[in-house]
C-alpha cells in the first residue's frame, strides 16, 4: 500500500522562484492537509481540503495556494518563494477529522 | 483560538521503566484527540487516540487518559524500550475540522 505520497523528497530554491509539492494519498480519503514543521516545533496548518474541489486556510496560509482538483491529489504552491519558507512540508489525509490522519515521509524544501 | 501545548520539551528515562508524556489544551469545544510518534526525518505516525466521551483508552504497551475538567491529556508508554525514542505529539480536532498539534516532546530512553 503507497498511503500518502509526496514528490519531491527534497528541493533547492532561489528566492522568488515558484514550485509546486504534490500530495497522493490511495485511500480514497475525503479530508487532505499541509503542514509545514519548522526545527523544534511542531506542525502548523497551511491548507487543509474536506473534498474535491474545496479548500481553505490553516493557521499559517501566507505565501501558499493549494488546489485540490482530484480527490487523490492536493497541492501546494508557492507562486514567490522566500527564505521563511525553508521548512520541511507535510501532507496528511484522513476520512473526516475524527479518525486518524495519515501522513506522508515529508518534503524537505531549502530557499536560498 | 485553537491551540495544543506540552508541558515538557524532552523527557529522558531509563529502558524498561515507564514514560509518562503530558499535553495541555486549551479548546473546550475539542471533541477528538491523536497521539503521534515521530522519528527522526519521518512523517508522524499514528499511536493512539481517543474522543471526548471518553476518560481512557487502552493500546498495545500505551494508554491514553483524557481529563476534560482541566483540558489535559496524557500519553503512558509502558517498559519504554529503546525504539520508543522519537518526539511525541498530541493533535486535537474540535469543530474547525482542522488536527490542530501541539510543540511535541522529544523522548529519550537511556541504555
Known amino acids: 500500500n503507497a498511503g500518502v505520497t509526496q514528490t519531491p523528497k527534497f528541493r533547492v530554491l532561489k528566492t522568488g522562484q515558484s514550485m509546486t509539492l504534490l500530495c497522493a494519498q490511495d485511500?480514497?480519503?475525503?479530508?487532505m492537509y499541509w503542514y509545514r514543521q519548522d526545527p523544534g516545533m511542531g506542525l502548523r496548518l497551511i491548507h487543509y481540503?474536506?473534498?474535491?474541489?474545496?479548500?481553505a486556510k490553516g493557521e499559517v496560509p501566507d505565501g501558499y495556494n493549494v488546489s485540490r482538483l482530484k480527490k487523490q491529489n492536493f497541492l501546494l504552491g508557492l507562486e514567490s518563494a522566500a527564505p521563511s519558507q525553508t521548512s520541511v512540508y507535510f501532507c496528511?489525509?484522513?476520512?473526516?477529522?475524527?479518525?486518524?490522519?495519515?501522513f506522508g515521509q515529508g518534503t524537505r524544501l531549502t530557499v536560498v | 483560538g485553537e491551540s495544543v501545548g506540552l508541558h515538557l520539551p524532552t523527557l529522558s528515562v531509563q529502558e524498561g521503566d515507564n514514560s509518562i508524556i503530558n499535553c495541555a489544551y486549551s479548546n473546550s469545544a475539542s471533541d477528538y484527540f491523536i497521539w503521534y510518534k515521530q522519528e527522526s526525518g519521518k512523517g508522524p505516525q499514528f499511536i493512539i487516540d481517543?474522543?471526548?466521551?471518553?476518560d481512557k483508552r487502552q493500546g498495545q504497551r500505551v494508554t491514553v487518559l483524557l481529563n476534560k475538567t482541566v483540558k489535559h491529556l496524557s500519553l503512558q508508554i509502558a517498559a519504554t524500550q529503546p525504539g520508543d525514542s522519537a518526539v511525541y505529539f498530541c493533535a486535537e480536532s474540535g469543530s474547525a475540522r482542522q488536527l490542530t498539534f501541539g510543540s511535541g516532546t522529544q523522548l529519550t530512553v537511556l541504555p
Open positions: 485511500m480514497n480519503h475525503e479530508y
Open positions: 481517543i474522543r471526548s466521551n471518553m
Open positions: 496528511a489525509s484522513s476520512y473526516n477529522p475524527e479518525t486518524e490522519a495519515f
Open positions: 481540503s474536506v473534498g474535491e474541489g474545496t479548500t
